[in-house]
């Protein structure tokens, strides 16, 4: 397992030295001279020559480069332009809500998706079955922002039953533990607090899972499928098992494999769509604070959030590898 | 002419997406020439009307009828979808061809820029990219394409690795034809199918992509209609005058819908496993 880990990092560099090339580029594409463009109109020449040496613009590419990948190692993400705080400070600050709600969304997708995928699986073709896939095609092809809007008319402004934006009440306080609201609330004994945030997580947490689930069912559907039609199943049926358990530890097992992988990739997918979650439910994580900066151009805030997404994702994909490696075997012996 | 009417009748979802984009792209073309109003002109007068028999889905902020903004941003948008995927096809496909065929280093190093693109939630990369190039719909469409481009080099590379050990390659290569004939005329030529259904897909998610970048704020500037961009450009009104953001929403998933529903039958329709279970 540690030689995988290994030699999985190992792989990693060369992506993820071009990954850092395409982000430290990403201030150097803005036409013209960057330190201009970043400070705008009103920059005195003083400013501007303050800022070419913070972002070491006066040096050659290639050291500037290396400068900025050193800077990252030390956890330097540089410093916002509009409040001046360090960008890591900023993220780290925010990633907590970020993480709360794609985690929590990524778990209802699951205890939505999986049992859909299954059902359509063993009724193929079935009213049920094209029902589904008609309602899982609606929710890949729906705007997040549609679906948002829609649940915030629906659920805050007709029924009133939730709140329309925000992590939290004005009027309630959670003292911070872990940064994660539910969770403090639950540790502090404040319980009218962790009712409150659980319902101002339920709309965003709605619309993050949406897309989620519909891919997952439909997948589950089809490699079911596919699991379904296996010799082994055929075995299983022959030895006179129970429809029920042939469906769910032999169909189902060999099935939620592959699944594992596309939650992995699509979790990375949805961080992207939290920007838009975030900033229509005023949820105060890193996809907004990246909606900010870009309203803000406030660049090396763009530049931080980007690169910060870019990590979760690959994270998450080690993740993914090393859970599919304990949940087969045969995988883990290929790998040693 | 015939696989496809076949291929209609047996996959009723693809009928139904094929008819939604036909009346789509029949409201968008035709639709202009019959309204009497301008999707630009202010008329303060008439600002947030609910819909009536003269506007049909109501009128904005800036009493601008909202179904002349959907037929004016509908062009806008489905133009936007083509021109993303043809840009992400032209360089995905001839980078990931040339990946395939050649291999060794060549391949090595593209396969690396593509898997770190696809390092990459598309949505935040194209964010980032299209704040750093500046706001306008070229630069949104620019960076959704650099995000779609290595899904098609992924397929298009796998069709190449395939297709350039079958026999038909290695007799044209064993006449001594020259290696971009032999690029173009037997291995993309034949590697086509998988590319059009990704194609197909990859145009929902290209409108879906560059309607969010439009949402917020990095892709189609005021006043051109597009339809994520009248969006979020009337998401304030939203509680009192509801059709103002919600009409172009819903022409979103309309255009995107048809575009997963052809294009989800055609990918079930290419794969053999699947085309069994719908016969």
């Known amino acids: 397992m540690a030689s995988f880990l290994i030699r999985r990092l190992i792989a990693l560099i060369p992506v993820m030295l071009i990954v850092l090339v395409i982000v430290f580029s990403l201030v150097r594409i803005i036409p013209g001279d960057p330190a201009t463009t970043l400070l705008g109109p009103g920059a005195t020449q003083q400013q501007i020559e303050a800022l070419r040496t913070q972002l070491n613009l006066n040096e050659p590419v290639v050291l500037q480069f290396y400068h900025y990948v050193m800077g990252l190692l030390t956890g330097n993400f540089g410093y916002s332009l509009k409040t001046g705080q360090p960008v890591a400070v900023e993220i780290l600050n925010r990633l907590p809500a970020t993480i709360e709600l794609s985690v929590l969304a990524t778990i209802l997708a699951i205890v939505v998706g999986i049992p859909i995928g299954v059902l359509s699986a063993t009724r193929p073709n079935s009213l049920f079955d094209h029902l589904t896939r008609v309602i899982s095609l609606l929710g890949v092809s729906m705007p997040a922002f549609l679906l948002a809007l829609v649940l915030q008319l629906v659920f805050a402004n007709y029924l009133g039953w939730l709140p329309v934006s925000g992590r939290l009440s004005p009027y309630l306080q959670i003292q911070s533990v872990t940064g994660f609201v539910i969770l403090d609330g639950l540790l502090t004994g404040n319980l009218p607090g962790a009712v409150d945030a659980l319902q101002h997580l339920l709309l965003p947490t709605a619309v993050l899972a949406a897309f989620l689930a519909a891919t997952l069912g439909r997948f589950v559907r089809n490699t079911m499928l596919d699991v379904m039609g296996e010799d082994f199943i055929r075995t299983a049926k022959a030895k006179g098992l129970r429809r029920r358990d042939v469906v769910l530890t032999h169909g189902l097992r060999n099935s939620l494999l592959p699944a594992v992988t596309v939650i992995g990739l699509k979790f990375a997918e949805m961080l992207g769509g939290a920007i838009l979650t975030e900033t229509i439910f005023a949820w105060p994580g890193i996809g907004r604070y990246m909606f900010e900066a870009i309203k803000n151009r406030d660049y090396p805030v763009i530049q931080g959030t980007t690169l910060v997404f870019a990590l979760l994702f690959v994270l998450t994909s080690i993740l993914v590898d090393v859970l599919y490696s304990i949940l087969d075997p045969r995988v883990r012996r290929k790998m040693g | ?279």
Do not use: C
Not at chain 2, 119 to 133: D, R
Not at chain 2, 244 to 257: F, Q, R, T
């Open chain 2, 1 to 279: 002419m015939g696989e496809i009417l076949l291929f209609l009748r047996r996959n009723t979802l693809a009928l139904v997406g094929l008819i939604i984009l036909l009346v789509l792209v029949g409201i968008i073309s035709v639709g202009p020439w019959l309204t009497q109003y301008s999707p630009t002109k202010l008329d303060i007068l008439h600002k947030l009307a609910a819909p009536s028999l003269e506007h049909w889905l109501g009128t904005d902020a800036f009493g601008r009828d909202v179904l002349t903004r959907i037929m004016y941003g509908g062009r806008a948008t489905l133009a936007i979808g083509l021109g993303v995927v043809a840009i992400a096809f032209a360089v995905g496909v001839s980078v990931g061809m040339l990946a395939g065929f050649a291999g060794g280093w060549v391949d090595a190093l593209v396969m690396r820029v593509v898997d770190a693109i696809l390092a990459f939630p598309a949505l935040v990369l194209a964010i980032a990219l299209a704040a750093a190039f500046g706001p306008s719909l070229q630069n949104a469409m620019l960076a959704v394409a650099i995000t779609l481009a290595p899904q098609f080099a992924r397929v298009a590379r796998s069709q190449a690795l395939s297709i350039s050990v079958k026999p038909y390659v290695e007799a044209a290569v064993s006449l001594g034809l020259p290696a971009h004939r032999i690029l173009i005329f037997y291995v993309f030529v034949n590697g086509l199918g998988p590319l059009l259904v990704q194609s197909t897909l990859a145009l929902g998610s290209a409108i879906l992509q560059t309607a969010s970048l439009g949402f917020l704020g990095l892709g189609a500037q005021p006043p051109l209609p597009e339809w994520g961009a009248d969006v979020s450009a009337n998401l304030q009104y939203v509680r009192s005058a509801a059709w103002v953001a919600l009409a172009p929403g819903m022409a979103i998933l309309l255009a995107v819908l048809s575009f997963n529903l052809i294009g989800d039958s055609l990918a079930d329709w290419f794969n053999p496993r699947r085309r069994s279970e719908i016969d």
